[in-house]
């Protein structure tokens, strides 16, 4: 029988929506506000759904109290109190929107997870916009 268990992490960064290929004009048009040369902030809020077979042995899916370490470690020690664009390497390059930000910490957390279990990541941005990834490409 497939169960899904999942956790909640939290974390408060800045970030600036901007594509330097664009000028800025192109860039105040499509990111608006989102693009204040000073960045904006949000109060995120991320769920890890992971999906699979629950173990006779243990009951468990997956012992929750990895998650919560993979997720301590892989989220919030890395993007809590951080301006994306300036202290995380992976978005020097790479535009911070929710939907690049959901798949970079999925890819962070499936390294850690079983394979054989399904992992799901929704990423609050606020408490009305959310993004959700699951691994396709």
């Keep these: 029988m497939r169960v899904k268990v999942s956790r909640k992490a939290h974390f408060n960064a800045a970030h600036r929506l901007h594509n330097s290929a664009w000028n800025a004009e192109k860039n105040r048009e499509v990111f608006g506000k989102c693009n204040n040369e000073n960045g904006h902030g949000h109060n ?12 006779p042995e243990s009951g468990y899916v997956m012992d929750m109290k990895d998650l919560k370490s993979f997720m301590v ?20 390059s790479l535009n911070p929107t929710a939907e690049n930000m959901v798949v970079i910490i999925w890819q962070r957390l499936r390294r850690r997870i079983d394979p054989k279990h399904e992992l799901i990541v929704t990423l609050y941005e606020t408490e009305r916009n959310y993004v959700e990834y699951n691994g396709d490409e």
């Design 44 to 55: 995120y809020e991320v769920i890890a759904h992971v999906t699979g077979q629950i173990d």
């Design 73 to 92: 470690e892989e989220i919030e020690d890395r993007y809590d109190h951080k301006n994306l664009n300036l202290d995380v390497p992976e978005f020097a």
